[in-house]
């Protein structure tokens, strides 16, 4: 059974930081695409960050570059996202989710055509950024 636990979610003030964590457990991909996609009421899911498990390459949305920072430790399965400057519109759940990587990174874990997010993901963490 594949397991993705998620964590530190929280109410912050605009301009604030979070880290979300996340560790994944039972899934058998040799090359992988880790990271977070987040939804909100009324908006379109958006992958916001992933790495890749084979060269540590990342992919980030347009809207969070040079905000967040991804990183991951591939011996634990484990995702972590630095979120600094946080902003309203990023009010969102955010959810950990894993998929086979076999071509570009950025669509690896949404179906560009659909939005449904592929592979595994968990229950999510709410972050809040109040203004």
């Known amino acids: 059974e594949v397991q993705l636990q998620a964590s530190g979610g929280g109410l912050v003030k605009a301009g604030g930081s979070l880290r979300l964590s996340c560790t994944a457990s039972g899934f058998t991909f040799d090359d992988y695409a880790i990271g977070w996609f987040r939804q909100a009421p009324g908006k379109e899911r958006e992958v916001v960050s992933c790495?890749?498990?084979?060269?540590?390459?990342?992919y980030y949305a347009d809207s969070v570059k040079g905000r967040f920072t991804i990183s991951s430790d591939n011996a634990k399965n484990t995702v972590s996202l630095q979120m600094n400057s946080l902003k309203p519109e990023d009010t969102a759940r955010y959810f950990c989710?894993?998929?086979?990587?076999?071509?570009?990174?950025?669509?690896?874990?949404?179906?560009?055509?659909?939005?449904?997010?592929?592979?595994?993901w968990g229950q999510g963490t709410l972050v809040t950024v109040s203004s």
């Open positions: 989710v894993v998929n086979a990587l076999n071509g570009d990174l950025a669509v690896a874990l949404i179906d560009v055509r659909t939005g449904s997010p592929l592979g595994y």
């Open positions: 790495i890749s498990s084979r060269d540590s390459s990342t």
